[in-house]
């Protein structure tokens, strides 16, 4: 059985050739591939990297040493309480578009990019537990990482959370955290790991590709985030290369940014002191 033609049909219509454009050479797929990277970075973290490559070089030449500079990773936006709500929740908001962005680039081909990068929710308490260890591996050391280089003059002065006491401060935090943890782990990991797979780069050179990202957009904090990030993200993206899920990432990433950040306000300050943190 063939299919109806419609009544306005010609027998002409009917007889022209069907046209299909010719698909595009290795060479011009990856040139697009690298423009689209670029793209996406030059939206996201890629564009946070420069910032704070610039910002180290500012701190630096501004005369004062590292260790008596300071800044403040959850800043109030306004003395309004409802106001400051309103600029933190478009802030959180906004990030998160480059996340949609990549995994509707990572989608073109018809396949689900949550699954393809393993960020869907099929195994949360294994996912869960795996981000505990991770947290822990990570955080702990980290934290004793950044002491010691504040007491060698190579960080600055972090304040985890200057917002103004309000109901909606903690659930803010938390939100903060989690858009953290997607907007790193899914564009860092996740995206770029699959993208320079595509254009045949090495595990290896993925995998470091994906550390430095990570460490350079930390740069603005002093170079022990820089180092402590860049090892945190060589861990992150070798358990991404070995499992090919994100879940577990974006699990340990929010764990560690919700104690940092709401943590913050509930330990004594004498001990927040002792690791430089004011």
Sequence with gaps: MTAPTPADATPDDLAAPVLTAPPPSQRAYRRRLTTEIWIVLGLSLGKSGLYAVVNIIDRLTAGP???????????????????????QLLQIGFALVPVALALYLLSANGKSAVRRIGLELTRPWRDLAVGVGLAALIGIPGLGLYALARALGLAVEVQASA???????????????????LLEEVIVVGYL???????????????????????????????????????????????????????????????????????????????LAAVGLN
């Design 65 to 87: 040493p590292l260790a008596d500079q300071s800044t403040t990773l959850n800043p109030s936006r306004s003395p309004r309480p409802w106001l400051d709500l309103t600029y």
């Design 163 to 181: 917002l103004n006491a309000a109901w909606w401060t903690i659930p803010v935090l938390l939100l903060a955290a989690l858009q953290n943890a």
């Design 193 to 271: 790991m699959e993208r320079l797979r595509e254009l045949r780069w090495s595990a290896p050179a993925i995998v470091v590709a994906s550390a430095l990202l990570r460490g350079s957009y930390h740069l603005y904090q002093g170079w022990g985030a820089f180092v402590g990030n860049a090892i945190m993200g060589l861990l992150f993206a070798e358990y991404y290369r070995r499992k090919r899920r994100v879940m577990p990432l974006v699990m340990a990433h929010t764990l560690m940014d919700m104690v940092v950040f709401v943590g913050y306000a509930l330990v004594p300050a004498a001990w």
